[in-house]
């Protein structure tokens, strides 16, 4: 690995210089603290010498108390380093198992503007996954399911959903900013037109 990309060779094909490009094991389960001390520095020996920035390993199991803590303090002076405490994007979801998710609370199908049924809504990403597909809840008890063969354009709907933390209002960049690991639950609501709001609980 080199800055931060991973190339692949055989054990035998490894010269001196790839050998000082392999990570170093994290520091053993029981380690002492002066042992974590010295994994730490081999690991920043590493980053240095590689131009790599992986986030930095766990606490051992049966780790101390102050050993959490650095741990935790390692961690989240990486994510500052790195830019890497924004949430993380949604997973890319199963359209067919979302279609048949939204047929059960009743939603109605569309396709190019066309109304459809749920079953031929899954064969035409059985027939081509590269459809875009959109959801939209009208009242909360009315749901919509559009379905394009061109991209669905966010880039205004984005600009009228806003952000709730707690109840309270935030911008988009505060809400960027909020660690994945302090969120309790997201709510999301959208009306028809594709405005809505995002609601964010916190963990207590």
Do not use: C
Request: net charge positive; no cysteine; glycine share 2%.
């Amino acid at each position: 690995m080199k800055n931060n990309k991973v190339f692949y060779k055989l054990r035998s094909e490894l010269t001196n210089e790839d050998e000082l490009l392999i990570p170093p094991p994290p520091p053993a389960p029981n380690a002492s603290k002066e042992q974590i001390l010295k994994a730490e520095k081999v690991h920043s020996d590493w980053k240095k010498r590689s131009g790599n920035d992986l986030p930095p390993p766990p606490p051992v199991p049966n780790a101390s108390k102050e050993q959490i803590i650095e741990a935790e303090k390692a961690l989240n002076d990486w994510k500052k380093r790195s830019s890497n405490n924004r949430l993380p994007p949604p997973p890319p979801i199963n359209a067919i198992e979302h279609i048949k998710d939204m047929n059960k609370k009743g939603a109605k199908f569309y396709f190019e503007g066309k109304e459809i049924d749920a079953d031929t809504a899954s064969d035409l990403f059985k027939k081509n996954k590269k459809l875009s597909i959109e959801s939209k809840n009208k009242d909360d008890s009315t749901y919509e399911v559009w379905i394009s063969k061109k991209g669905i354009d966010t880039t205004k709907k984005e600009e009228n959903i806003k952000y709730y933390l707690d109840h309270k209002l935030i911008s988009k960049k505060e809400m960027e900013l909020i660690p994945a690991n302090k969120i309790e639950s997201v709510d999301v609501k959208k009306d028809k037109n594709g405005a809505g709001s995002v609601y964010i609980i916190s963990k207590k």
